[in-house]
């Protein structure tokens, strides 16, 4: 593996009122890495996506992007920084078409303005970003789907094209939350090979509960308790850290959501 | 069965009117979350424009186009240097919901008095396009007039551009999705702040145009778009205050409906049918009469 980082957090720490949900994380992830981000449920593991997407804003800490030191970019920014990040829960627009659904994360690949798209000068990029979203769509085997309205899909396809939404805009770093929440077996089988298989061209960060899909696919694995980073390491050392154990098991009646 | 037909058309065109309206609410309120009162102040002041426009150069079209304009440009005006300014302070809390609503009623009096001082109170006229006098077949003249064709062709033709930018076209992508759910539009990298924008600028130059349609076959003066908004809110609520269809729809039913208690019950009751309709809609169906019975984000 290259040891070239393309993203690096340091010290992350982002307050709620009065809770502290972060407190000085480090994250460090390199090209071609698949990084897993596990702990209890509470632990933090969505507030460094927020922190990372900016749909929360970090008390303190710094980032770096491909070796460069940014801002925390706003929501908006995320895809034109090469990041993309699919959401909990899905978070496809029910009311649109799957293509639909694609091309809007396709959009920075538009070459016409506002205005020109308003005056309907867009045609080709329209088509441009529908043929670049099939293409995604058919990488995910939901190709079949592109023109059915995305509330009438099936759960599996709906995460599938959740993927494909954030795989269109071509990203260097791929944020994956909880991807096989509500999979069944063969559903996660597909998806560890399609993780093992996207490292090829961009890394990847996985908050995940299912343990099987974690240690099959990550290279290293960051555990989150309370909001600080308390083991990390590949995922044999991770699963024999002793602090994860007891906080994955000894910790219950301290778990908090 | 010929005087039902000619409410039917009447109402028709009264409707297209309200359904103008009816969309530029619906644009602002899906994008935004807020009823814009100002909205009718804002078509008035673009009528007044294409006013100036259309009695200088003898050419209503050219008014029209100047009151779209003018409506667009002031619609994003509003938004930008007005609601993004009022978000930011007000964000939390009952103010947050509150506010934007009692500053586009402070807007409207704002847009009012300026008007008033520029252009007086007088009563004016734009020249209509086209004749006000009923079409005459044989004996019989009908009140339906070429007037009242032209009113549904224009309307026409704005909602088949607005269908085709809505539904045909990345910015009306971007528009759908940021108007839904903004956070998860912003995150597939649209600017949702922009869409925004550009949602208060259509809505502008389409109440341009409602304001204008109406001032044809009427007067313009500072007050005289305020029941056009009052029927575009009624419309907009019928329809479900979410979808733009609906909103057509909405005004439609409600411009052939109040054109039936015009003709067949009597004038003086075309108001209170007209809040018949809207207290009916919101006790027994708030959603709108297009609702599928699937809640959108709150």
């Not at chain 1, 538009?110 to 045609?123: D, V, Y």
């Not at chain 1, 390491?233 to 301290?254: F, Q, W």
């Not at chain 2, 597939?188 to 109406?214: E, K, Y």
Request: net charge positive; proline share 3%.
């Amino acid at each position: 593996m290259t040891s070239e980082q393309v993203l690096s957090i340091r010290n992350l720490s982002v307050n709620f009122g009065g809770l502290k949900a972060l407190s000085n994380v480090d994250i460090n992830l390199h090209k071609g890495e698949v990084l897993g981000l596990i702990g209890p449920n509470g632990a933090g593991k969505t507030t460094v996506f927020n922190a990372l997407s900016g749909l929360v804003t970090p008390a303190s800490g710094s980032l770096e992007l491909y070796g460069r030191n940014v801002k925390w970019p706003k929501p908006y920014q995320l895809v034109d920084r090469g990041i993309s990040r699919t959401l909990q829960g899905v978070g496809l627009f029910p009311d649109l078409t799957v293509s639909e659904n694609v091309m809007l994360g396709a959009s920075k690949f538009a070459k016409t303005g506002f205005i020109q798209s308003a005056l309907g000068f867009s045609g080709k990029d329209e088509e441009a970003l529908k043929s670049r979203s099939q293409s995604t769509l058919e990488r995910l085997y939901v190709g079949g789907v592109a023109e059915r309205k995305a509330e009438t899909l099936s759960y599996p396809d709906t995460k599938r094209v959740s993927i494909a939404r954030a795989l269109v805009s071509e990203p260097q770093i791929l944020l994956l939350d909880e991807p096989a929440g509500g999979l069944g077996a063969q559903d996660i089988e597909w998806l560890n090979g399609l993780i093992r298989h996207l490292r090829s061209s961009t890394s990847i960060i996985i908050v995940e509960h299912h343990m099987d899909v974690v240690m099959s696919v990550c290279d290293r694995i960051y555990v989150l308790n309370f909001g600080e980073i308390i083991a990390s390491g590949d995922p044999e050392t991770v699963k024999n850290d002793k602090n994860v154990i007891e906080a994955y098991l000894g910790t219950h009646s301290k778990a908090r959501k | 069965m010929q005087k039902a037909l000619e409410t039917l058309l009447i109402g028709l065109s009264t409707g297209s009117i309200y359904a103008l309206m009816s969309l530029a609410l619906v644009l602002v309120w899906r994008s935004t979350r807020v009823v814009n009162f100002a909205q009718a102040g804002q078509a008035m002041f673009s009528t007044y424009i294409g006013f100036e426009i259309a009695s200088r150069s003898q050419i209503f079209w050219l008014g029209l186009i100047f009151a779209i304009v003018a409506g667009a440009v002031l619609g994003a005006g509003v938004d930008y240097f007005f609601m993004r300014v009022l978000f930011k302070h007000a964000n939390s809390g009952p103010a947050a919901v509150v506010a934007p609503v009692i500053a586009t009623l402070g807007l409207l009096g704002l847009i009012r008095s300026i008007v008033g001082l520029t252009w007086g109170g007088e009563f004016r006229a734009i020249e209509a396009p086209a004749s006000k006098d009923g079409y005459t077949f044989g004996e019989i003249t009908i009140p339906f007039s070429p007037l009242n064709t032209l009113i549904i062709v224009t309307v026409a033709i704005i909602l088949i551009i607005l269908a085709i930018l809505f539904q045909r076209t990345n910015l009306g992508l971007a528009l759908r999705a940021s108007a839904y759910a903004p956070e998860i539009a912003q995150l597939a990298g649209i600017r949702t702040a922009r869409t925004r924008t550009i949602g208060w600028a259509i809505a502008g130059g389409v109440g341009g145009v409602a304001g204008m349609l109406v001032t044809s076959y009427n007067f313009l003066t500072p007050y005289s778009l305020d029941l056009l908004l009052v029927f575009g809110f009624i419309a907009a609520v019928i329809g479900g205050l979410e979808s733009m269809a609906g909103a057509v729809v909405g005004a439609l039913v409600l411009g052939v409906g109040l054109t039936i208690i015009l003709n067949y019950v009597g004038t003086s009751l075309v108001f209170i049918g007209g809040f018949a309709v809207l207290l009916l809609v919101l006790l027994i169906k708030p959603d709108g009469i297009m609702a599928r019975g699937k809640v959108r984000r709150g």
